[in-house]
């Protein structure tokens, strides 16, 4: 069955990271992970970080996403990312690094703030390792 | 007149600056043609998010957020962008000119300062530099942007700031470089100018969580997607400027050459009918 494609926009600072066709894209938002198909209604969504799937017949793409909000316009979804990378772009090595100092610094616990901060990173590492794993097998 | 050995040390110590010149500008090019592409592909993500921000707005109405209205405080943190090294003709001067010739009075301003020129000029005039991130301009990351909207931020939440601007120039193309003061915080949204569609639109938009949350994250985005902006721009300016500079030194240098070429013959003549004349005249008087 052909489904109905939609456009997706995934921008980063530095550059365009994705600019295409999809059937479904799948994203992890504050509020829980969604799922967009063609003729969403019009949502704007924080991201939080997450594996995002751009998915277009047997073609699956999927990217860590950390930080940003989605826009869904109907026939159009953009995506603002802050940093977002495809699975061969991940530095798994600096991804384990991270991983390990945030877990040290949750471990010592000063602070709220900063606790937060480390809980994010430590989420965002994790997310890097398991894509670069899956990937590289 | 000068004489010949003078005219040509003088010749040849312009020519070797012209050298350093000419290889300065060819560096500036090719980083002015890399951060030009930069430029160009980060563009696309701010103008998204500042649509972004506005249409929330517009429909959203009269959110009353400390970040629309402005804080209380009379202070206003200014981000100068500036660069390390000189060399770049005015482009450090006409930004730190935005300031010193500027409406707000020097006391109000906290500086936040990327570029060790602007810094330098700013401190010696007495203003107030708060902070100093001048190894950010050697190569801007997003990550650094991050860093400073982040402090600007803290200012702004503690009430130390009421306003935020960034100074810094605007590169829209290789000869042209306009330097701006830009407000940053408390947001102005743009002029509303095809309601109908985008009204249109508004009253369809959901958001997850509540618009004032959004909102919320959004701004700090923004302001961070501004700096990086400004910073990106400043380098492709300062490496057009400075491209500009070097150009005009290597032709004044060339003009130099020429003239003092044509004055170098000229005594080298000179020299040579006196030599004539002497030997003509002792000739003459042995005869």
Not at chain 1, 55 to 72: C, P, R, S, Y
Not at chain 2, 59 to 64: D, E, Q, T, Y
Not at chain 2, 116 to 128: E, H, I, P, S
Not at chain 2, 222 to 251: C, H, K, P, W
Request: hydrophobic content about 40%; charged content about 25%; overall charge negative.
């Amino acid at each position: 069955m052909a489904e109905k494609l939609f456009n997706v926009q995934v921008i980063c600072p530095e550059r365009q990271f994705f600019n295409g066709d999809a059937e479904m894209l799948e994203l992890k938002t504050t509020e829980g992970e969604i799922g967009v198909l063609a003729g969403h209604i019009p949502l704007t969504a924080v991201i939080s970080p997450g594996v995002m799937r751009i998915i277009n017949g047997d073609e699956v793409k999927e990217a860590a996403l950390h930080d940003g909000f989605v826009e869904i316009l109907g026939d159009k979804v953009v995506i603002l990312a802050e940093s977002c990378e495809w699975p061969d772009e991940i530095d798994v090595h600096r991804a384990e690094e991270a991983k390990i100092r945030a877990e040290r610094r949750l471990k010592s616990g000063d602070g709220e703030i900063d606790e937060m901060r480390a809980e994010l990173a430590l989420r965002k590492s994790l997310i890097r390792i398991d894509l670069a794993q899956k990937y590289s097998k | 007149m000068a004489s010949m050995r003078d005219i040509k040390r003088r010749k040849g110590s312009i020519q070797s600056t012209g050298q350093i010149t000419k290889a300065m500008k060819l560096v500036s090019t090719v980083k002015l043609q890399k951060a030009k592409t930069n430029a160009e592909e980060s563009k696309p993500y701010f103008e998204h998010l500042y649509d972004a921000i506005n249409t929330m707005l517009k429909k959203s109405g009269n959110i009353s957020h400390p970040m629309l209205s402005g804080g209380t405080s009379k202070k206003k943190a200014i981000i100068v962008v500036t660069s390390n090294r000189g060399l770049a003709g005015g482009y450090n001067a006409n930004v730190v000119k935005l300031l010193t010739k500027g409406d707000i009075p020097k006391e109000d301003i906290i500086v936040y300062a990327v570029g060790r020129k602007g810094k330098d000029t700013l401190a010696r005039l007495g203003y107030d530099i708060r902070a100093d991130y001048s190894e950010v301009m050697n190569a801007p990351l997003y990550s650094d942007a991050a860093e400073i909207g982040r402090a600007v931020l803290d200012a702004f939440s503690n009430d130390e700031v009421g306003e935020i601007y960034i100074a810094y120039t605007i590169f829209k193309n290789t000869v042209v470089h306009i330097p701006t003061l830009t407000k940053l915080l408390p947001f102005t949204p743009a002029e509303e100018k095809d309601g109908e569609t985008s009204a249109e639109q508004l009253t369809l938009m959901n958001y997850e969580p509540a618009a004032e949350e959004v909102l919320e994250q959004i701004i700090p985005k923004y302001i961070n997607g501004q700096i990086f902006g400004a910073l990106v721009e400043a380098f492709a300016s300062e490496n057009g400027a400075r491209m500009q500079a070097m150009d005009n030194a290597t032709n004044n240098a060339e003009d130099m050459i020429a003239d003092l070429s044509l004055k170098y013959n000229r005594a080298r003549q000179s020299s040579i009918t006196q030599e004539l004349t002497e030997i003509v005249a002792g000739a003459s008087a042995i005869n």
